[in-house]
């Protein structure tokens, strides 16, 4: 599917914000050869357009701990608004997992076909932050004509590994499930997220596999974060001006509940995954 420039542009100012690790990890792993590490500021590595949005980063946001999570929380709730529904509706069901339930979020274009792809969109957030509100989520279902199951996930430190990929898992199986109920094609479902979401969405996949659950037509993981060792050029720098190296350290180990390097789990972190067949 070819996609419109509207389409582009509110995708880029939807994600934006939410990106700023992603993109400045391709800025930085585009020119990494030349960076002089510790003797240059990354900042100047980013797009000139994008570069503006760096100054209104909150200190808080320069490194996140376990003790100061919920204040980072708080100040990130009150930064983003929950989407805009033109040309939506949104409903909310509660769903059963292994552990108990969860909320989906479901986005559905006023436009969709009777039987329309389906997407299961797991938030980004560091595993740690986020909601099913998303921003992201509304504007497939509404370019797309896609119905999006939007997971509300439960978050580290307070559930680390498994309970947000035994949430999600359950969402792909109760949206396969009642595909006919929400007008989903059973033959197009996609698992999609970004950031801590992405790599969620590729641990499920794997987990899904194995298990030999419903069929994914497509993987959509943008700027995954895959690797809980860090152990990429990239991954190695310091200095980026949202989500540092650091924070993201810290946030491995709030998910994994300690870190345990190598033998994570690849349903948690997939770069240990040794099988990508299926």
Do not use: C
Not at 38 to 53: C, M, N
Not at 58 to 79: A, H, K
Not at 232 to 239: A, F, N, R
């Amino acid at each position: 599917m070819k996609l419109s420039n509207s389409f582009l542009k509110t995708l880029t100012a939807a994600l934006v914000v939410s990106t700023l690790p992603g993109l400045f990890g391709v800025a930085l792993a585009d020119t990494q050869q030349n960076l002089v590490i510790g003797g240059e500021d990354v900042t100047s590595l980013i797009d000139p357009d994008l570069r503006a949005l760096v100054q209104h980063i909150p200190p808080q946001f320069s490194l996140i701990t376990r003790d100061n999570l919920d204040e980072v929380r708080l100040l990130s709730n009150t930064m983003f608004q929950a989407p805009g529904l033109d040309g939506l509706t949104l409903t909310t069901e509660e769903i059963p997992t292994e552990d108990g339930t969860v909320m989906v979020n479901i986005y559905r274009s006023t436009q969709a076909d009777t039987v329309s792809p389906g997407i299961l969109w797991i938030h980004g957030g560091g595993y740690i932050m986020g909601t099913a509100d998303s921003e992201s989520a509304a504007t497939f279902a509404r370019e797309m004509n896609a119905v999006v199951v939007s997971v509300e996930y439960r978050l580290a430190p307070e559930h680390p590994f498994p309970a947000g990929v035994n949430d999600s898992t359950a969402a792909l199986r109760w949206m396969a499930d009642n595909a006919e109920r929400l007008g989903v094609d059973p033959e197009r479902i996609v698992v999609g997220g970004e950031s801590a979401g992405a790599s969620m969405a590729a641990g499920v996949a794997l987990r899904n596999r194995d298990e030999k659950g419903p069929k994914i037509a497509l993987q959509f993981l943008i700027f995954p974060m895959l690797d809980n060792l860090h152990d990429t050029p990239s991954g190695s720098l310091e200095g980026y001006p949202l989500w540092d190296r650091q924070t993201s350290l810290n946030a491995w180990d709030m998910y994994l509940n300690g870190a345990p390097g190598l033998n994570a789990s690849p349903y948690a972190a997939p770069t240990r995954a040794k099988d990508l067949s299926g």
